[in-house]
């Protein structure tokens, strides 16, 4: 799935003075997001002002792209749930070595609207009464014991284009082998949150990124 509209051949993501060029000339939509995220991540701090134009960028294509998967039907308007994944996706780029962080760098869209997909399911389990249980199955055939809300119980209200992203999150794409691997689920992203927390703020870096677009 393409994640950006431009193909232009992107600075290498540790080329600090071509990622200076390419902001001074307004060039990052023409980047691919996973080119922008691997700057992001290799570049860090060196200089503030890239690493903010940088997060600008990723932050509003993150919020566009969440935006048009989110129903309005949802609590909030849906903001709720963007704005959570919009907060685990910087937490990952914020630590390349993380499964998601690795991955964002190779299919970046894929990977947002997959952590899409857990924000949703843990508003659902938040939201939920002791009235809403599911009610205990009754003993009987296979068939009979299935629950038939169980299939698409996520419903993000996704157009054709999340269907295929779907379709996208069993594996990634590795360019520097030639071939395509699982997505790796080894490093989740809750457990990361809290070895993080005194060495990355994630607030600091986004202070000046619009979170609402």
């Not at 294509?61 to 909030?76: A, E, W």
């Not at 199955?137 to 296979?142: A, D, E, Q, R, Y």
């Not at 014991?145 to 990634?172: H, L, M, T």
């Amino acid at each position: 799935m393409d994640t950006q509209s431009g193909e232009e051949a992107p600075p290498k993501s540790t080329d600090l003075d071509g990622w200076r060029q390419a902001i001074a000339d307004d060039r990052l939509k023409a980047f691919r997001l996973e080119a922008l995220a691997a700057a992001f991540q290799d570049l860090g701090d060196r200089d503030p002002q890239v690493q903010r134009a940088l997060a600008k960028h990723l932050s509003d294509s993150i919020m566009k792209m969440l935006r048009k998967h989110v129903g309005f039907n949802h609590p909030n308007e849906g903001w709720d749930i963007i704005e959570r994944t919009h907060h685990l996706i910087f937490t990952a780029l914020m630590k390349p070595k993380s499964a998601d962080g690795r991955n964002l760098r190779v299919t970046f869209g894929s990977r947002v609207l997959f952590r899409l997909k857990d924000a949703i399911a843990t508003e659902q389990r938040e939201r939920r009464t002791p009235d809403d249980a599911p009610p205990k199955k009754k003993k009987g055939t296979p068939e009979e014991q299935k629950d038939p809300d169980e299939e698409g119980s996520i419903d993000i209200n996704a157009s054709a284009e999340q269907k295929e992203a779907d379709e996208e999150f069993a594996v990634v794409d590795d360019p520097d082998k030639g071939v395509r691997r699982p997505i790796v689920e080894d490093d989740p992203l809750s457990d990361e949150m809290s070895e993080i927390d005194e060495k990355i703020n994630v607030k600091g870096i986004l202070d000046c990124v619009s979170n609402r677009v």
